[in-house]
């Protein structure tokens, strides 16, 4: 391995052109996926911000007692889809109105508002399916009049993230593609480089696993720097993006050093398939 | 030792190269392997050192078998040969010591063995006092002496040579012979392909003829003489 190692910063001093190249390419190739993902992971936060506000309420006749709606919010979140359920009586919903409309609370002076049971789901559970399921149980509780859930407004938040989820999936497996395919080329110019070193290793016995093995070095080395380098410049685009035009999340650190994997990962898919490749035409 | 079966070896798109060959070379033989350009003589040779598989037939070097070996088989068997070519094949940026020691370290030998052997070799050839330099920095004849050092360094018991004076002068392909003369004498075979007839005619060494693909000339077997076609 010390000798992988050596070869690896030889080369890093000998042609530090193209090694910069290399690197280089492999960031940029990177900071395209890394720019897509900040889009995708921004996307996919504003479309669990609205998630979050799934809700099923359901409405009870007048005149049920506060006990027995605290008895069946008691039952409903015991239902393993539900986070919550809270009651809110007469007198609640009446405030909540009053304080939601502002300059116009006077309109509900002396009005009469329905209670309710206000039902949250578990996130992932908040489906189209689960919440039309819960709906329905809830539903047959003897002073339950009503049940609104939005329905079509539920649909079509999934919908949304269904499209959202497939597009980014293909986007950046599409992605992925294309990095890998730009470092396999940038490490093949660095195989052909040392083609001539390569083919006296063969005439003196060398084995392929051992010419192979500075190759890999190299190519998780410069993966693991590309990486780097790509999410300095995600970074620098967020912030500024963040600056001037909208707010916006960044990975989280444990995303970002999967991404750091994942440029190594490639830099060594990338590497083997050339040196690979090399290895069985000469 | 080294035993070709009724080799044949044809590329797709340049025919065949060489054309039912059957030979045998002994332990501490020196053998000329000569002939026209195109004639077959380089494919032989890589069919020694498995460069080059037959399409059909049989080498059979130092126990390893054409048909049967495996990369890792014949990345072994070339720790056991020492190969040298016309152009040298030094690596332009290491010194000479970096560059014989280079077939030592890449087969895996302890760093406190490898200089001791690399001094050893370099003062066999005739080169103890260039082994800092840079091959740029060395003359053709000291250049192809570095590569028979590269080539010795894992005391082969064959030694190939293909064209190993084609870039030399007089004065230097004689100092290369003759350092393939004390090489061989040392019990290690050297089977070098060579144009040079001068040196075949001074020197009463087997010699292999080859045309075509195929051998017309062997002076080891005596009923091949009848059959010898001048080139």
Do not use: C
């Amino acid at each position: 391995m010390s000798r992988a190692l050596r070869d690896v910063l030889d080369d890093f001093r000998r042609t530090p052109l193209l090694s910069a190249l290399g690197v280089t390419t492999i960031a940029f190739s990177l900071f395209a996926l890394g720019l897509f993902g900040l889009v995708a992971l921004n996307i996919r936060q504003a479309l669990e911000k609205l998630e979050d506000r799934v809700e099923i309420r359901a409405f009870v006749a007048p005149g049920t007692t506060p006990e027995d709606m605290g008895q069946a919010a008691g039952d409903v979140a015991s239902f393993p889809e539900v986070q919550s359920a809270r009651i809110v009586t007469s007198e609640m919903a009446l405030k909540r109105a009053q304080s939601e409309l502002g300059e116009f609370r006077d309109v509900f002076e002396g009005a009469v508002l329905p209670g309710s049971i206000d039902v949250q789901l578990k996130p992932g559970r908040r489906d189209p399916a689960t919440v039309k399921s819960v709906a329905e149980r809830v539903k047959r509780f003897s002073f339950v009049d009503d049940v609104r859930y939005g329905e079509e407004w539920i649909e079509k938040l999934y919908r949304l993230r269904n499209i959202a989820g497939i597009a980014g999936l293909a986007l950046g497996f599409a992605f992925a593609i294309v990095s890998v395919i730009i470092i396999g080329a940038t490490i093949r110019m660095a195989v052909l480089a040392r083609s001539k070193e390569i083919s006296i290793m063969r005439l003196v016995g060398a084995t392929d696993s051992y010419i192979r093995r500075p190759f890999l070095l190299e190519g998780f080395a410069k993966g693991v720097l590309g990486g780097l380098l790509a999410l300095v410049l995600t970074w620098i685009a967020q912030t500024m993006i963040n600056r001037y035009v909208i707010e916006t999340i960044f990975f989280t650190a444990r995303v970002a050093l999967l991404g750091l994997l994942f440029g190594a990962l490639i830099g060594l898919i990338g590497s083997a398939v050339s040196v690979g490749r090399h290895l069985r035409r000469v | 030792m080294i035993r070709f079966t009724r080799v044949s070896k044809s590329y797709p798109r340049t025919g065949t190269a060489v054309n039912d060959v059957s030979l045998q070379v002994n332990k501490g033989e020196f053998v000329f392997l000569t002939g026209a350009s195109g004639a077959g003589k380089s494919t032989l040779l890589k069919m020694i050192y498995m460069e080059e598989r037959p399409t059909t037939g049989e080498v059979r070097v130092a126990g390893t078998s054409s048909v049967t070996a495996k990369a890792n088989d014949v990345a072994k068997l070339r720790r056991k040969l020492g190969i040298v070519f016309q152009d040298f094949r030094l690596l332009e940026h290491r010194t000479i010591e970096q560059n014989v020691g280079f077939a030592l370290e890449v087969i895996g030998a302890p760093s406190t063995v490898i200089g001791g052997k690399v001094a050893r070799v370099l003062t066999q050839v005739g080169l103890a006092a260039k082994g800092r330099a840079l091959p740029r920095e060395l003359s053709g004849g000291e250049q192809q002496r570095a590569a028979i050092a590269r080539a010795l360094v894992n005391d082969p018991f064959a030694l190939i040579a293909d064209e190993p004076t084609g870039n030399l002068d007089d004065r230097a392909t004689r100092g290369i012979f003759q350092l393939l003369r004390e090489i061989n004498a040392q019990g290690t075979s050297v089977i070098m392909a060579t144009h040079n007839l001068e040196l075949i005619r001074r020197n009463e060494f087997r010699t292999i003829e080859m045309a075509r693909g195929q051998i017309v000339f062997d002076s080891a077997e005596p009923a091949s003489t009848a059959e010898r076609r001048t080139p």
